[in-house]
């Protein structure tokens, strides 16, 4: 029973059609004048998209020359035996690296991993478990406080890593659990 | 702490790189300089005056091993062109031939579309045993890290521009749901929910109702949606912000709980990738992602007592 495809595809067919109709039409009923609204919001569009970029560039810059240098695969090297205390498998360590720092960087691990597991083997569960269940934490960082220029982050950050590591470690024993 | 974690990923890059290149020199893992014997098959046979000429290239294993000291090296034939200038013979590898590294790296340093060498000797016969010699590869790590760096900032622009269209169109939505008080009516039906994670927003306030929206469309796996809804709440928040660029309180909540990622339905990334698998997975990224979000939420409120992370005020 292919249930969650389901009821994504009744959420992302319905849900959006319903906002997009919806809230113009109960503006109507209140006698907004919804075009001129519209327009007006729908200006910030812009101006937010500019105010992002030098966030996102500081960030993926780095991040790309990161990615670039093979300190990735250095990383995982030195993870190995620290992570193995805890049991989890080294095949996973990289999503564990990749996950906060690159969305398109955790999809091709994904990917690799199902061409070189397959797409049945527990390996390939608890990384698309990982993927799941976290975001690109510094990607959305520089998104969401770049819109509102915020650059002391406070605790963001290690709140967003500690919550990040947990749940790399969870996504590990989680999966044993289910299907170990 | 961004600070150091983004010096740090810039600083560690540079090593890593430097390091690697610099193991590259030592070892001399391209063999810069040094041919390497390669048989040239020819179709019917030589001809001295065409200058290109299709051919096949054959590697044997043990070469290879024994050149780049790599016992998986296998040995192969690839088609290529042979080239005849004045500067002397070059073979070329025909563009979709898919070499094993190291050669891989070496035809994508000194290619700029193909990947070539030089051949020693004169042709003969329909098969010529000779000796290639690719150009030099150094700093094969520097240059890549320098080039991640430009195509990255490149990305940035990119992703942000894109985002352009999602984010006029929420923006405007969202324009005509408090103009017509759809939000407000939202606030007072949920605040009871979720104003204890935002204890400092005030009552009734809109940022409540943004937040709500942002939350539900992560949990229905929007992204799309969920982007532009989580920064018009950024938006508002800042508006009861006292400092100018400091983060508030309900600002790291909301944003940790954005990547924490709420999640019921998942991403329609993850879905794309592992197509029905993803139903096996439902539990365990419903479970997970819970579980990190209490995690994280707890962080928040912890961290948040912190000396060196309380609040600005002004």
């Keep these: 029973m292919n249930i969650v495809q389901l009821f994504l595809d009744y959420a992302s067919a319905l849900v959006l059609p319903a906002i997009l109709v919806g809230f113009p039409l109960y503006g109507m009923i209140r006698k907004v004048r919804v075009y001129e609204v519209f327009v007006d919001g729908a200006k910030e569009g812009f101006h937010v998209a500019v105010m992002i970029i030098p966030y996102l560039i500081a960030i993926l810059f780095a991040i790309g020359m990161f990615r670039a240098s093979g300190a990735m695969d250095f990383l995982t090297d030195l993870l190995r035996p620290v992570v193995g205390l805890i049991g989890i498998p080294a095949e996973v360590i990289p999503m564990g690296i990749v996950r906060p720092l690159t969305g398109s960087g955790s999809v091709g691990i994904v990917l690799d991993m199902i061409s070189q597991f397959g797409e049945d083997s527990i390996f390939v569960k608890m990384a698309a478990t990982m993927f799941g269940s976290t975001e690109t934490t510094f990607y959305v960082i520089a998104v969401y406080f770049g819109a509102v220029n915020i650059r002391k982050t406070r605790h963001a950050v290690p709140a967003g890593l500690i919550a990040d590591i947990f749940a790399m470690i969870a996504a590990v024993y989680v999966v044993l659990f289910l299907f170990g | ?314």
């Design chain 2, 1 to 314: 702490m961004l600070n150091y974690i983004w010096g740090g990923l810039i600083v560690l890059s540079l090593v890593f790189a430097l390091t690697s290149d610099i193991t590259d020199f030592v070892q001399d893992t391209y063999r810069n300089g040094t041919p390497l014997p390669v048989t040239i098959i020819f179709e019917e046979e030589y001809h001295a005056d065409t200058r290109r000429q299709y051919v096949e290239v054959q590697l044997s294993g043990t070469d290879l091993t024994a050149h780049y000291g790599d016992s998986t090296m296998t040995g192969n034939t690839w088609p290529g062109v042979l080239l005849q200038t004045s500067a002397g013979r070059e073979l070329r590898f025909a563009e979709e031939a898919s070499l094993a590294e190291p050669l891989q790296t070496i035809c994508q340093e000194t290619g700029q579309e193909d990947c070539r060498g030089a051949l020693q000797g004169i042709p003969a016969g329909t098969e010529w045993q000779t000796a290639i010699t690719f150009r030099s590869v150094r700093w094969v790590k520097m240059n890549a890290i320098a080039g991640a760096a430009l195509d990255f900032a490149r990305t940035a622009v990119t992703l942000a521009l894109g985002l352009i269209g999602g984010l006029g169109l929420w923006m405007g939505l969202l324009k005509i749901a408090e103009a017509s008080g759809m939000l407000q009516a939202l606030v007072r039906f949920t605040q009871p929910l979720i104003r204890p994670l935002f204890p400092k927003v005030p009552k009734d306030h809109p940022a409540l109702g943004l937040i709500v929206l942002n939350l539900s469309a992560n949990m229905l796996g929007m992204g799309n949606a969920a982007t532009p809804l989580g920064i018009k709440a950024m938006q508002e928040l800042q508006t009861l912000n006292e400092t100018e660029d400091t983060a508030t309180d309900p600002m790291v909540m909301l944003l940790t709980m954005n990547t924490a990622s709420v999640q019921i339905l998942p991403p329609v990334t993850l879905v794309a990738i592992m197509g029905l698998q993803i139903n096996q997975l439902f539990f365990s990224i419903l479970i997970t992602t819970g579980l990190s979000l209490i995690v994280g939420i707890t962080a928040v409120k912890l961290l948040g007592r912190l000396k060196r992370y309380r609040e600005v005020t002004s």
